[in-house]
């Protein structure tokens, strides 16, 4: 399956999992990404030009799963009516997202196989190349924000934890660790390459589930 099908599927993917923090942080009372004119589908509104564009192209031309992220839509976590539990709704919110994405593709693409003397087949169509495209990158981009490392979605359940005198600086931590995770991502993905038998199993698990 050529690349550009997992490069379309990678933006509108992280796009809808930082609209999902936005708006359930509106419902929980933070109407921050709302006045930011940020509770949109428009691209131009979310799209980083590295982490939403140049670093999924670099990873998905190194055969590297495919990672990035679009512009963090702000929350503002005092104005949430109850901080410490719905800020943890606010950042699973987006791998909730992602993995409801990656259902929906999965059901498709499950009805859309199809099997001859005991083998599963899926047609080469463009519709079914990018819903399958669409499926994993969804997939991968959940488990990988459901690490417990800040500032991905996962250190939520950490910062749960974290005692209410000391959330100012961890607030400051989590907004200054991405680009310190980014490069950390990178360099493992060109020398120690740590975890990508475990995603390259994910994949297969997922469209092997597909398939029975």
Known sequence: MSNIYYFLAIIPAIILHEVSHGYVAYLCGD????????LTLNPIRHVDPFGTLILPL?????????????KPVPVNV???RKPRNQSVYVSLAGPLTNIVLSALAFLYIKHAIVHLNGQA????????????AFGLVNMLLAVFNLLPIPPLDGSAVIERFVPRRHLPAYYNLRARALPIVMALLILNAITLHLGETWFGSLQNW???????
């Open 31 to 38: 109407p921050t990404a709302k006045n930011a004119k940020r």
């Open 58 to 70: 670099v990873l998905i031309v190194s055969h590297i799963p495919p990672i990035g992220y679009a």
């Open 78 to 80: 005092s104005r949430l």
């Open 121 to 132: 087949y899926l047609t080469s169509t463009t519709i079914n190349n990018y819903v399958l």
């Open 206 to 212: 997922w469209l092997n589930l597909a398939a029975s």
